[in-house]
């Protein structure tokens, strides 16, 4: 373990100071190169107030060739480990400055790297530093003029920010392209791409009448699978106008998709760039599941346009005023292009399977983190999905049209400018929000507990509540206000009584309820209008009223989640298999219904995953657990076989077919699937080939490879070897063979990753391969805990060596073995003890040991 005294320094939000100087305008001057690029860039910089500090500049793997200020060519100073200091006299100052740069070398995939033949860059966080000297904080607002020069056959296409201002031919073969940026940004929005690129191009026309150039740059072979992120740009445009007023303002809109990539994508001023895996998609090689994030990703990085770069962020503190908004605003796109109702069940599972968790672990912190080591670990679920909450609580308190006046507010005072929450607090608080209180979310960390206590008189027909909010994690912490709607439902499923409006402000709530002649079913939290913890879950009969008669659609798959995971609990805690009976009961009735809507029924028939059974448990016995979720599993196909084979045979669909009762049908079919797979019975493997075979989507085929990868059938061995043999050559589409395999319970997994590790196609520098074998392992419940910690061995090994590669890949695959505390022995000890071997590794990066110390402490 590094001792505290070598640790990098911590960053604190109450530190934060104004820039010293201003960067009103930046010239840079790129000779791209595939091995050593050369970076001229001109700073007009200003003294911002009345001080002697000197300007400082970050600069980080940067070899500085030259240094001019006011045109006068200076003396090469050593730059620190962190960049210049250089003291000037006045007011306005011209500071040039010439570095190389060996992108050849950059496995971090920060600031200037090759994927693939083609150069490209990535600049948030930190990575503008990584180009040239630079203020690099987002508060540094500056007007770009960019030129690249490069050999035009191996770089035909040269992009950067803003619109094309000009290009031509250079002597040896090379030539050039200017870009011009009208916009002030700071220096992450900054972005380049160079290389062998072909298009699939479009046009949007908006409100104002401005005709903008879109261009999906890919490799030649891929332009055909760009349509669907075409018509989803398409679409993000037309949305942002209609449902924020929110027009585009550059000529050109360029998409790039690049295989090697850290992040799903980036927003960087009028050039988006993206993990090709949230790009390409035709139906031969992206599930309905694709189809649906590559449309939320688009959207979300168009949508960053207005919320993030017009509107940028003062510091990184502020991280969830760009990303916590563009992730409601992208939720709010894909409802409208779905079903609302499918889409929050989406939404709140995965806030469950991942921020939940987050907030429950030593990396817990508030939304608006107060300090950090390395910003990177800090693009986490909080900052993303429980702002997004967080937002979505402020717009349902405001309605939709003062949600909307208060955003309107928001973008006119604050365009241009880099802003705060509080600026962000204040336009809702213009509207009427209570925004002082609103912005209590923001400061704790931990998922609020709501617990409620009924009394019935059956006398006074009178239904008192006693209300009471608490956070374990924020003990003395001010109350929040929680959104609390809540039905009262007889036990003949008819419903009593509805309260959608309850605010909760203080740690208790008295209520009294008249009129109410019987005891009543409690149907609380109803759409998640909160993410909190409700408790106590009702009973198992209650579960079921509910489950069957609520007409809130969220509510009634709530129901019945919670009627899995009490008779998932009790089997684990008691052995018991009575609960089994009221799921199978409530699942056959909800099953009578996929006709009507099959997605909505398909999400709620699906078993609660063996992670967050496990999160409901006092502590995790992950065998416990499998064998639980397994008996259900058997169970429900011994008691609802008859009712599956008939949706199985009924929900046909045509694979191009993308409208969502399509996508809906087949989404149940797969789930229906895998219930009949559930034994290795033989009618079922045979079933599970066959839609393989003959699938018309990689839907269906993803649904019988997943359903076959669990269990022992021959037919799995063979699957997997056509599938291998058919997408070899795709990389977006080999890294599912990859997660599928990581992901099998099988007993022999562990093996079976080890193995793939050493296969040809298997590079660690990838983060998309990376991510679907050893993080698709690490979440394997079922078979990353065994209890010799085999495989905490194997994850950790990855690791280490992943952190000299790639520092933001390490710091997220070591994440698994933090979540020690929860785990009975021996795995929870065994999980520590290599997280400690992980800590006492020699020269970790900063990313890496943030973690691991978190999750240490
Ligand atoms: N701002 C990006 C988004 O849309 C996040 C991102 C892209 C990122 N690339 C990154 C964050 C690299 C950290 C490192 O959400
Ligand atoms: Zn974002």
Redesign the pocket.
Known sequence: MQSPAFLPPVKRLSDYRAPEWRVPHIGLVFELDPARTIVRARLSVERNGDHQAPLRLDGEELELLELAIDGAVQPLPNPGADGLVIDLPDGHHLVETVVAIRQEANSRLMGLYASGGKLCT?C??EGFRRITFFPDRPDVLSRYHVRLEADAGRFPVLLSNGNPAGRGELPGGRHFAEWDDPFPKPGYLFALVAGDLAALEDSFTTRSGRKVALSIWVGAADVPRCRHAMESLKAAMAWDEAAYGREYDLDVFNIVAVHDF??????NKGLNIFNAKYVLADPDTATDWDFDAIAAIVG??YF?NWSGNRVTCRDWFQLSLK?GFTVFRDQQFSAALGSPAVKRIEGVRALRASQFPEDAGPLSHPVRPDHYLEI?NF?TATVYDKGAELIRMMAGRLGPDRFRAACDRYFADNDGKAATVEDFLAAMQAEGLEAPLFARWYEQAGTPHVAVEARHEPGAARLELLIRQSNPRAADAPPLPIPFPFALFAPDGRKLAEEPALLLTERETRLSIDGVGEPPILSLNRGFAAPVITRPAPGRAALSVLAAHEDDSFARYEAMQQLMLSALTDSVVRGSAEGVEDVARAMTAALGQWRDDPALVAETILLPAESLIGDQMPEVDPEAIHAAREGLRRALFARLGDQLWDIWHSCDTDGRDLSPQAKGLRRLKGIALGLLLATDDHEATAAAFLQYADASSMTDRMSALTALSHGNAIERVEVLKLFHDRYRGLPEVLDKWFLVQAASTRPDTRRVVEHLAGHPAFDPRNPNRLRALVLGFGMNQARFHDREGAGYALLARHVLATDRLNP?SAARLVQPLTRWRRFAAPWGPLMRAELARIGSAPDLSRDLTEVVQAGLA
């Open positions: 990535q948030e966080a850290n992040f799903g994508a980036m927003e979300h990085e960053h990303e990177s693009y933001q």
